[in-house]
Structure formats: C-alpha cells, structure tokens
C-alpha cells in the first residue's frame, strides 16, 4: 500500500520561499511507470496542479505556466521523498497542499491522482 | 475559476441516486478518455473513485460510476448513502501536459 507523509512549515513569509517535503512509502519515486505531483487547493483558485516529476531513464519535470519560472519539484532517491520549492511566494499562495502518485494505464500516459498525501496548510504572512 | 465546470452543490435523500456534471473543453474532456473523480471529507486526502471516464479502483463501491458525453463527464451515485456527504472532484488531462480540476461539488445527503 502506498503512503505519502507530507512535512513542511505552515508559515511563510511574503517574498520568501515555500518548501514542502513528501516522504514515500510503498513505491520508489523513481518508479519509471508513475510520477509524482504537486497540488493545491485554496478557495480562490479552487485545485490547481503544480506540476510534477518523473523517471523515464532520466528524470523530467513539467509544470503549467501559472507556476513556471517560480516553482521546482525534485526526486531525492536517497531519501524516497519528493520536494516542492515555490519561490517570491504571496498571500496568493496560501493553500493546502497535496503531494499525490500519477498514474494511468500505460507509463507514456499518466492520468489520475492515487494516493494523495495529508495535506499541509501553507499560509503566507507577515 | 476552476478549467472546468461543476455544480457547486447536488443533494439527495438516502436511498436516491444522483449525478454530478463536470464540463470540460474539446482539448481536454472532449479529447482524452482522461477523467477521474475524487471524494474529499475536509481535512483528509481526496480518494480516487473513478479513472479512465468509468473504472472503479479495488475498494469502491459499486454504487459510484462515471461515463461521459462529448465534453462532459458525469459522476452518479446510486443508493445514496449518509456516508457518501462530502465533497466531489473532477480532473481530466489537457492537450499539452497539464491536468486540470473542477472546482467541485459539495454532495449534501437529506
């Protein structure tokens, strides 16, 4: 059965740099079927994916443009645990986020969300 | 303002059977047979109900089923249950990487 424990501070400032961690178990973030993602959920902005990263001989990242340029979501295989760093963070920020396994048929297309972890309550403010 | 479109808000009395709409575009919903639905109780992880537009994942009740129509996708519950109150979502995968949600459907149980 695989789990995701997420961690990660519940308070940031404005301007600053958000970073969440998400510890695997049950699977290997270099599973070369799946990938793993980023989410949030916030009032405003409804869920909103973040991106995310995955293993095909080497590792890829995509992200949407909403977050590009701002965002990055990094493997550690020493750890099994997935990152998110999103930089010049606002209140805009301010949202649960997920950490959740891609997965679907085949590993060249990858379409639901299973499992999701927790969620962690980021709130950005001074 | 969510990609795609849900209605904020369904009820029905046990026993009863419902259907939540998602409406998605002809580069996402319309193009993939992609879409999966999730419930949400606050405070605890979303849980996949449905992937791939109508298949159940091990666990989940047969009550739940999804199909779709041209650029939406539904979700229906049958046998409506007091537990089956919380909080629905859709997601479907959009023409060049991207995933996206609906901003979802808060099912209230009579």
């Known amino acids: 059965q695989v789990q995701l424990q997420q961690s990660g501070p519940g308070l940031v400032e404005p301007s600053q740099t958000l970073t969440l961690t998400c510890d695997i178990s049950?699977?290997?973030?270099?599973?070369?079927?799946?990938?793993w993602s980023w989410i949030r959920q916030s009032p405003s902005r409804g869920l909103e994916w973040l991106g995310r990263?995955?293993?095909?001989?080497?590792?890829?990242?995509d992200y949407p443009a909403s977050v590009k340029g701002r965002i990055i979501i990094n493997p550690d295989t020493s750890k099994n645990q997935l990152s998110l760093q999103l930089s010049s963070v606002s209140p805009e920020d301010t949202a649960i986020y997920y950490c959740?396994?891609?997965?679907?048929?085949?590993?060249?297309?990858?379409?639901?969300?299973?499992?999701w972890g927790q969620g962690t309550l980021v709130t950005v403010s001074s | 303002q969510s990609a795609l479109t849900q209605p904020a808000s369904v009820s029905g009395s046990p026993g009863q059977s419902i259907t939540i709409s998602c409406i998605g575009a002809?580069?996402?919903?319309?193009?993939?047979?992609?879409v999966s639905w999730y419930q949400h109780y606050p405070g605890k992880a979303p849980k996949l109900m449905i992937y791939?537009?109508?298949n159940r994942p091990p666990g989940v009740s047969n009550r739940f089923s999804g199909s779709k129509s041209g650029n939406t996708a539904s979700l229906t519950i049958s046998g409506l249950q007091a537990e089956d109150e919380a909080d629905y979502y859709c997601?479907?995968?959009?023409?060049?990487?991207?995933?996206?949600f609906g901003g979802g459907t808060k099912l209230t149980v009579l």
């Open positions: 959740a396994r891609l997965v679907g048929m085949s590993a060249s297309m990858l379409a639901w969300f299973d499992p």
């Open positions: 049950g699977d290997s973030v270099s599973n070369n079927t799946a990938g």
């Open positions: 990263t995955y293993y095909r001989s080497r590792w890829y990242n």
């Open positions: 002809s580069s996402d919903v319309g193009a993939y047979n992609f």
């Open positions: 791939d537009v109508r």
């Open positions: 997601s479907s995968y959009r023409t060049g990487g991207l995933w996206l």
